[in-house]
């Protein structure tokens, strides 16, 4: 036998990484990604598999490879960058943001603005205590008039 005809032979060769099962995982991928606020571009796609599925392919495996005559993978990819597309027009989502930064930026922005506040407060208490002792060391008076006239014990006494 050839090594053409040895490589039609089924279960020669190398075993298929994208098959239809994994494909329409994908597909649901892609579908998802302008939800989730990720930028649709195909290094995003190519991160996310390897991530989410740990599986190497490149965008040109990705985006011929066809079932049933049709590109499922590159056809969802048209999909959901049309609409990411029509939610930028609308106002709806920003660029190069992901939803969990925005919200520790937020976070991170009540966080700032509380110690602002306590460091605010913490100020004035100082300044009031400042203003008392310096009323205490400026004012002139005998404590034993002061006790005598609270009613103290040496007022008691005389």
């Given at each position: 036998m050839t090594r053409k005809a040895e490589s039609k032979m089924p279960g020669r060769g190398r075993p298929e990484k994208?098959?239809?099962e994994l494909a329409r995982k994908i597909v649901r991928l892609i579908e998802v990604m302008p939800d989730m606020d990720v930028e649709v571009s195909w290094a995003n796609v190519i991160a996310l598999i390897k991530k989410k599925f740990d599986v190497d392919l490149g965008r040109r495996v990705l985006s011929m490879?066809?079932?049933g005559g049709q590109p499922l993978i590159a056809q969802a990819f048209e999909r959901a960058k049309g609409v990411q597309?029509?939610?930028r027009a609308q106002g709806k989502t920003r660029r190069h943001s992901t939803a969990p930064r925005a919200v520790l930026q937020q976070r991170l922005e009540t966080e700032i603005a509380k110690r602002k506040a306590a460091e605010r407060r913490i100020e004035e208490m100082a300044l009031q205590a400042y203003d008392k002792l310096d009323t205490l060391r400026w004012t002139r008076f005998d404590l034993r008039k002061e006790a005598q006239a609270l009613g103290g014990p040496e007022g008691a006494q005389s």
């Open positions: 994208l098959d239809e490879k066809q079932w597309k029509t939610l």
